[in-house]
């Protein structure tokens, strides 16, 4: 590859960054098979890298800007799975199930709607008062570290270090806590 060849491609990889999008996004079905992220318009791009682009095609053109919305994206999706997955699923299960409890329903009529609004209004009163009244039942220390484990995404390994407490410790105490808030919520019949 002469000196050339090389700085264009270079001047290339300095102005536009390309994705898989099959790669990137999973589930993705468009029929674009890249996206390009530049700050250059569409047309500095075609006179500029006209060969790279027969290679690529057929993609799409992104801004810089859309591929930090995209990344905040996941970023907040991988928190949210991460949560999920560390031990509040029965806070989220909560309000998941509240969804799909209220898509499940069929409207019928003015006073079936009217029904169900106050069906859904009762049901997240209902899960409000029993996380309200589960939190009221642990202690604090389970509550603090309940909180700080499914709220704030905090590890185990970092709460027993703040703490000066062992890490079976601090699981323990997070598990008790699991089971006075799902036995508060099976009293009331929420779950």
């Known amino acids: 590859m002469d000196n050339l060849t ?27 098979k890249f996206a390009i992220i530049t700050r250059l318009s569409a047309h500095q791009l075609f006179g500029m890298y006209q060969d790279e682009f027969k290679v690529l095609r057929p993609f799409v053109i992104m801004t810089p800007e859309m591929g930090e919305i995209v990344r905040e994206y996941k970023k907040a999706d991988e928190c949210y799975k991460k949560r999920y997955s560390r031990g509040s699923e029965f806070l989220i299960s909560c309000l998941e199930s ?20 106050e069906y859904e209004q009762s049901r997240v009163t ?10 009221n039942t642990l202690t604090e220390l389970q509550k603090k570290y309940l909180l700080e484990f499914c709220l704030e ?17 601090i699981n323990i105490s997070i598990s008790n806590a699991k089971k006075k808030i799902e036995a508060v919520f099976a009293d009331m019949g929420v779950m």
């Open 6 to 32: 090389k700085r264009h491609k270079r001047s290339f990889e300095e102005d536009c960054k390309v994705i898989v999008l099959k790669d990137e996004y999973y589930g993705f079905v468009g029929r674009e």
């Open 98 to 117: 509240e969804e799909n409890l209220i898509s499940g329903l069929q409207v019928e009529d003015s006073q079936t709607i009217k029904e169900q609004k």
């Open 126 to 135: 209902s899960i409000r008062i029993g996380i309200h009244s589960g939190l």
């Open 153 to 169: 995404n905090k590890p185990l390994k970092q709460i027993a270090k703040e703490e000066g407490k062992s890490i079976a410790t």
